[in-house]
Nanobody, 126 residues
Framework: QVTVAESGGGLVLSGGSLRLSCSVS????????MSWFRKVPGKEREGVSC????????QFADSVQGRFATSRDNANNTAYLQMKDQKPEDTATYYCAAASTCLTTVQGLDVWVDYWGQGTQVVVTS
């Protein structure tokens, strides 16, 4: 059974930082790219970032470029999303996903996603 579990969400002040973690089990972790999406009620889901299976390449949505970073620890089956200089518009539920490729993540398309986490809430207050 595959499990994808996000953690680290919470309340942060505008300009602050937060790190999300994504712990994965039940699959060969380094066979998958790891994507982060976010969703606000009433809005389209947004692809935030993606990191390739070996951590060599990463991609980011324009809205978070320069503020967010992603990384992974293949030895511990965990991916991370480091968020800095956060803005109220970063408020959303953040989802981690194991995907076959990063090809369409930042375009917001989930066609390559194989497994989803349950999401973790991030609230940025001004």
């Amino acid at each position: 059974q595959v499990t994808v579990a996000e953690s680290g969400g919470g309340l942060v002040l505008s300009g602050g930082s937060l790190r999300l973690s994504c712990s994965v089990s039940g699959l060969i972790f380094d066979n998958y790219a790891m994507s982060w999406f976010r969703k606000v009620p009433g809005k389209e889901r947004e692809g935030v970032s993606c990191i390739t299976w070996n951590g060599v390449e990463s991609q980011f949505a324009d809205s978070v470029q320069g503020r967010f970073a992603t990384s992974r620890d293949n030895a511990n089956n965990t991916a991370y999303l480091q968020m800095k200089d956060q803005k109220p518009e970063d408020t959303a539920t953040y989802y981690c996903a194991a995907a076959s490729t990063c090809l369409t993540t930042v375009q917001g398309l989930d066609v390559w996603v194989d497994y989803w986490g349950q999401g973790t809430q991030v609230v940025v207050t001004s």
